[in-house]
Structures are given as C-alpha cells and as structure tokens.
C-alpha cells in the first residue's frame, strides 16, 4: 500500500494587512442631529472629500441636502442651511473628485444639478445652481464622475438611459448629453469606472452585469447569471475583474467575483447571510481590500483580492450594534496618516440621526511616515480635459504621495509640462486641485500667495494679519485670463485651519501636563 505524503500548508497568509481593525468616533467626533433622509432607494445617501461632507436629508416640499465643514463634528444646528434647489426627493450626491467645492445631485424631478459650495461652507440656503442638466424623461436615481478626465458626469434614470455630460458646455441650462447609452431594459442600479476610465460597469434590475465602452456606448460584456441576481457591481482596480453583490436565487445574500474580459462564468461565488439589505462593495486599489457593508446591519466584512486563486481571502468583520442606512468613504488624500489609518467610512445611523465616522487602522508601534501601506495614490489632479477624452484619449490618474509636506500634481501634466512653470498649465492645476487638509506647511502657503503678490508688505498693516491680504478685485490683478479669487479664498482657509490645529494642540500638551501633575501629586500624597 502506498503512502501518500501530506503537504503541509500554513493557516494563515503572510498579509500586513490582517490586523486591521476598526475604531468608532467618540460622540464628539461625530455629527449629531443630522435629519437623515427616509427614502427607500439602495444609495449611499452620504458624500465625503477632505473639506466637506455632504447629507441627503429629510424635508418637506421638494429635496435638499446637507453639506457640513468635516471639522464641524458635534452637534448639528437644526437650522443648518440646505442646498435646497430640487423640487423632488434629492436620491444621489457626488463630490467632483477634482474640485473640493463642486459637487452634483440627481433628483425625482429628472434633473441632474451641480453646485459650487462656498469656501466657508453653506451659510445660506442655496438655491442656484452652477449648472443644470435637462434630458431625462423621468426621476434620476444615480451619477457618477469620470475618474481622470475633468468635468465628466454620468447620470442614468428610470427612463433606463445612461447619459453623460461635459460640463465644460458654456451653457448654464445643458439641454443636451454629448452620448445617451440605450443598451439597458430595466433601471440601472450601480455604475463603476474601471481605473482610467475607459470601461463602464453596469448592474441593472434586468438582473445582468454589462460592461461598456463609456465614450461610444459600445457594449463589450454581458453576463446574465441565473444564480446572481446582481445589485451593485465594482471595478477592482487594475485586477482586471469585477465584483458584483445581490441575492442567490434562495434570497441569500451573496457576491461574485468576475473576469472583466468574460462574463459567461463568474470566478467565485460565496453566500454570506440570511439577511435582505443590500450589500454595500468599496474597494480600495492602494491596499487590495475589498468592505463589505450591508445596509441595515451595522457589520463590515472585509477581504483582501489577490489575482490569482482564491482570489478572495477573508481578514475579519467589523461589529456594531447601530445599523447604517447609507455609507459616505473619504478619499485617501483625507486619511490621518499619522495613526495608520488606510480607510475611514462615514455611517448614517438613522435611528440616532447621527453620523459615525469609522477608521479602518493599521496597528503599529512606529510613529513614523509607514511607505509600504501608502503608495502614490490618484491625487485632486485630473489627467485631461473633457474635450481630450471626447476626442478618445484614456489617460490613468495623476498619483501623489500622501507623505506630510508632499506637493499636489497639477491638472493636465503634459500640458503643464509643456508651457512651463507658470503657464497656463499651472493656472488650471491650481484652480482644479485643492490640497488635502494639513498637508502643505504654513509656510508653503505664504509662499504661494507670495508668488501672486499678495505679500508685498510683510508688516502689519491696518491692523490686519500680512498673510491675510485682500482677493483681487479688478482686471489687472486677472493673470493668465483667470481670476485667482477662488484660489486665494481656499488657501486662506487653509491658513486659519492650520492655525486652529496648531491651538487645539496647545490646549492639549496644557490639558496633558495638568494631567501629569494631577497623576504625580496624587503618589506624593500617598
């Protein structure tokens, strides 16, 4: 009788990412009072970026949403100013991941509207639009950004069309989508970009997954699955695969791991609960970990992907006994690196109309910059214009590096590149790039209001500060064709942000030595 050798296979995976845990927000860190919306559609409901956060709310006649500074935890004012242009239910918010300040809603009125916010945030009802997109027939129920070209939005509706938009168009009222896609049969319920932007997933109610070619509208894939009855679909990054979440046919919820270039057969199937919320994907292309939230249970599963068998391998779940309607995500240029933190998801717990921040963390003991869990990731830089990518180009993101004191890329490089330092590519970099908060030095920013002249007098004058020195105001002070008012406002926001950081930290070494001589005097005692 042979004797066959058994093979000896190590219980875990080698992974620096197996210990990740999730820390809740203290009460105080979160934002209380928030007057979450009721509605019943499948979306996030909430929208992040390293300024503002963004709310769909609760309101009578018509729709409107919330947008708070991030910095403005506790609680939230009752009457907080909305921006209340809808006439119906507001059901999808998007921030431009290329401008801090410029965010878009769809709406049951069958409008798309985007909105420029302030630089001090909402301090009154807003009600005028930036622009507004008129070709829908009925209610807007999802839109979505281009991932690197500038000025790119995607919108679908319960009229089953899929339309995208330049806003680049002179126009404030767009009556006309540059393409209409016309391939689905039933309402479209998610939209993802791969990561330049040159394939679109669709999951539909017609229970299949497409895959498009956004600019032409060109169907490449179509799966059509009698197992999977798909609700959300995601691009995982340059893996080449999609993953797709939503029911088995026994009702339980599930999701499926896909071949973007073959959608016949899905590469892995796997049950997960009895539950019926929707399964919520994120995945972040830095790390390779994929979060499973599910909508009306407060836990987070989450898994690290791999491109080759299991492809999938489970870390661990993330309890909480407060279920979340919705789920906003920073973008990475917003995370704290300094405690490690790799992902941080905003909950809508509507029972306590709180939302939670939650951060996904690294455990480690170096205080240090940790390089090997933050490669260069896409920055606030779009790689091309919308006129580009018209005329067919696909470019990647622009990547920065998240390590304290890095510079931000400019919009457009090659362009930049190509008229030097100070042409016309830097004056759209700046204008279309905002800095993540508190990662450019004061000093920094002394310097670049400097280059626009504003420091020409470095004492106090008129008992004002020397870096706070006016915006421009007429013609002459327009360089490059371009007001530099925008850009002047965000960095003095900067400016006064960074210093009530540099306070709070006073007031905190203050509260810690009390703390000590509290800890000291109470040893002597005994």
């Given at each position: 009788m042979t004797v066959s050798k058994m093979t000896w296979r190590p219980q875990y995976r080698s992974s620096k990412f197996r210990h990740v845990f999730g820390k809740a927000a203290t009460k105080e860190n979160c934002y209380d009072g928030v007057p979450i919306t009721r509605s019943v559609h499948d979306n996030h409901f909430c929208a992040v970026n390293p300024r503002f956060i963004a709310v769909i709310t609760e309101c009578a006649g018509g729709g409107?949403?919330?947008?708070?500074?991030?910095?403005?935890t506790g609680k939230v004012d009752p009457l907080h100013p909305k921006v209340s242009g809808h006439r119906g239910n507001v059901l999808d918010i998007?921030?431009?991941p290329f401008n801090d300040f410029c965010i878009a809603s769809c709406s049951e009125d069958s409008t798309v509207k985007v909105w420029d916010i302030p630089p001090h945030g909402v301090l009154k009802n807003l009600t005028v639009p930036w622009k507004e997109l008129q070709g829908h027939s009925r209610r807007v129920g999802l839109i979505e950004w281009h991932p690197t070209a500038n000025n790119v939005l995607f919108s679908t509706g319960y009229d089953y069309q899929v339309m995208i938009w330049n806003l680049d168009s002179p126009e404030a009222v767009i009556k006309n989508p540059v393409r209409t896609i016309s391939h689905h049969t039933d309402v479209v319920l998610s939209m993802s970009f791969n990561?330049?932007?040159?394939?679109?997933?669709?999951?539909?109610?017609?229970?299949k997954i497409r895959v498009l070619e956004p600019r032409t509208g060109n169907l490449l894939q179509e799966a059509n699955c009698k197992n999977h009855k798909a609700s959300k679909v995601l691009f995982l990054g340059n893996l080449k695969m999609l993953l797709s979440t939503g029911s088995s046919r026994w009702n339980h919820r599930q999701m499926a791991l896909w071949d973007q270039e073959d959608l016949d057969v899905p590469l892995l199937q796997e049950d997960l609960d009895g539950s019926s919320g929707v399964l919520f994907p994120f995945y972040d292309p830095d790390t390779h970990m994929l979060y499973i939230a599910g909508k009306g249970d407060g836990n987070i599963r989450y898994?690290?992907?791999s491109s080759e068998k299991p492809y999938m391998h489970f870390l661990t779940e993330y309890r909480s006994h407060t279920p979340q309607k919705g789920m906003g995500i920073m973008p990475k240029r917003g995370l704290d690196v300094s405690s490690c933190e790799v992902f941080r998801f905003y909950k809508l717990v509507t029972i306590k109309a709180l939302i939670e921040p939650l951060s996904m963390i690294v455990p480690r003991r170096s205080e240090s910059y940790q390089d090997d869990i933050y490669p260069m990731t896409a920055?606030?830089?779009?790689?091309?214009?919308?006129?580009?990518?018209?005329?067919?180009?696909?470019?990647?993101?622009?990547?920065q590096s998240l390590k304290p004191g890095s510079r931000v890329p400019d919009s457009y490089p090659e362009l930049s590149s190509g008229l030097g330092s100070k042409g016309l590519g830097n004056s759209l970099g700046t204008r279309r790039s905002q800095s993540?908060?508190?990662?450019?030095?004061l000093a920094?920013?002394?310097?670049?209001?400097g280059n626009k002249e504003c420091r020409s007098k470095t004492s106090v004058s008129n008992g004002q500060d020397p870096t706070l020195c006016s915006p421009p105001k007429t013609e002459n002070e327009v360089w490059g064709g371009f007001d530099l008012r925008l850009k002047f406002h965000k960095q003095q926001e900067e400016i006064r942000r960074l210093r009530e950081m540099l306070n709070q930290r006073d007031v905190r070494i203050k509260q810690l030595e009390l703390e000590i001589n509290n800890v000291r005097n109470s040893q002597d005692s005994h």
């Open positions: 409107a949403f919330l947008v708070l500074s991030v910095h403005h998007k921030w431009n990561t330049d932007g040159s394939r679109l997933a669709t999951s539909c109610k017609d229970k898994y690290e992907i920055s606030s830089a779009a790689a091309m214009s919308a006129e580009e990518w018209l005329s067919g180009i696909d470019k990647g993101p622009v990547l993540r908060p508190g990662q450019l030095q920094y920013i002394q310097d670049q209001l």
